[in-house]
């Protein structure tokens, strides 16, 4: 079983859709990481949390810690939100991060 | 732009050769994180270096190196090259030393060997 598992794999949406993307994961964790990939390959981070919740404009990331779960929503998406998003749990044991195998987002107008 | 740079973007090796990838870190930040991202792998931890010193290890072959210098640049060598070596690789910077903090990822450097 994969220490991180990310659903959907694939998801197309119609511009302006709420769109969640889930996080499960089985390590202990000090925090989680999720990050957005575009088509040319280039990693941003997206949010960085421990606990509760967090929102960047449209973006919003959520967290339980002791369900071992978290969500990334997007709130009105666009076309530009197109991409792949990671989400990275940093390992307590080990001090690194692991990796979900993303979730390919593609929004039509 | 993230403030990480890499170089080089692209190379393209034979097997059996060996290559330098080089990272340099944003200004102030000490940690220097390095990943590798194939197709049937995804995203990988290589290994951590902080202030010159290496701090954690992943998945990282005994055929690759990293060091990290005075300056903070870092360098990933990998040598004795296979074909399932080609991959992107990234290096990310952050400030302080544990992982927990938001790290700023390079562009990548996009190997292959033939």
């Known amino acids: 079983k994969n220490e991180v598992e990310q659903s959907p794999q694939n998801l197309t949406a119609q511009e302006g859709e709420f769109i969640t993307i889930n996080c499960s994961y089985s390590v202990g964790i000090s925090a989680l990481h999720w990050l957005q990939q575009h088509p040319g390959g280039g990693i941003v981070s997206l949010f960085m949390?421990?606990?509760g919740k967090k929102k960047h404009g449209r973006l919003i990331a959520t967290i339980n810690i002791q369900e071992k779960h978290s969500s990334l929503h997007i709130t009105a998406s666009h076309p530009r939100d197109s991409a792949v998003y990671i989400c990275a749990p940093f390992m307590e044991y080990g001090n690194k991060l692991v990796f979900g195998a993303g979730t390919i987002l593609r929004v039509k107008s | 732009d993230s403030g990480v740079t890499q170089t080089p973007k692209h190379l393209i090796t034979a097997t059996g050769q060996r290559v330098t990838l080089r990272c340099s870190p944003r200004?102030?930040?000490?940690?220097v994180y390095w990943y590798q991202q194939s197709l049937d792998q995804g995203l990988q931890f290589l290994i951590h270096y902080y202030n010159g010193e290496e701090r954690a290890k992943g998945n990282i072959l005994e055929r690759f190196s990293a060091q990290q210098f005075p300056d903070l640049h870092s360098e990933l060598n990998l040598s004795s090259l296979e074909l399932g070596d080609s991959a992107l690789y990234f290096c990310a910077s952050s400030l302080g030393l544990a992982g927990v903090g938001t790290q700023y990822f390079g562009p990548g450097t996009r190997l292959l060997v033939l």
């Open positions: 949390l421990s606990s």
């Open positions: 200004s102030g930040d000490l940690s």
